[in-house]
């Protein structure tokens, strides 16, 4: 069975920084694009960040270029969120998805499979 589990949310404060994770079982990371996703309350769900099969290309959404890394751990089959200077707005549920194409696009494009999601609270 393909699962994408989410890992490493919780509540920080504006400025801070934060590192989620998405961990699969039951195929390769390495062989799928993987995105991030992130659902704000009463919003429509937006891409963040993704990153490529094949060497690793990434895309991300404006408003987080310069803020948040994404990155592979192919030794523990795993894809990294790296979130740095941290924004209110920046709050909501993240979600990673992985789709076995070799280049990745964060707006539109199909994703086929989902994680379940880890809240992210940006608050003092």
């Known amino acids: 069975q393909l699962q994408l589990v989410e890992s490493g949310g919780g509540l920080v404060q504006p400025g801070g920084s934060l590192r989620l994770s998405c961990a699969a079982s039951?195929?390769?990371?390495?062989?799928?694009?993987i995105g991030w996703f992130r659902q704000a309350p009463g919003k429509e769900r937006e891409g963040v960040a993704c990153i490529g099969s094949s060497g690793g290309s990434t895309n991300y959404v404006d408003s987080v270029k310069g803020r948040f890394t994404i990155s592979r751990d192919s030794a523990k089959n795993t894809v990294h969120l790296q979130m740095n200077s941290v924004k209110p707005e920046d709050t909501a549920i993240y979600y990673c998805?992985?789709?076995?194409?070799?280049?990745?696009?964060?707006?539109?494009?199909?994703?086929?499979?989902w994680g379940q999601g880890t809240q992210v609270t940006v608050s003092s």
């Open positions: 039951g195929f390769t990371l390495a062989y799928y694009s």
């Open positions: 998805a992985a789709v076995g194409t070799r280049l990745c696009v964060v707006s539109g494009g199909r994703w086929d499979y």
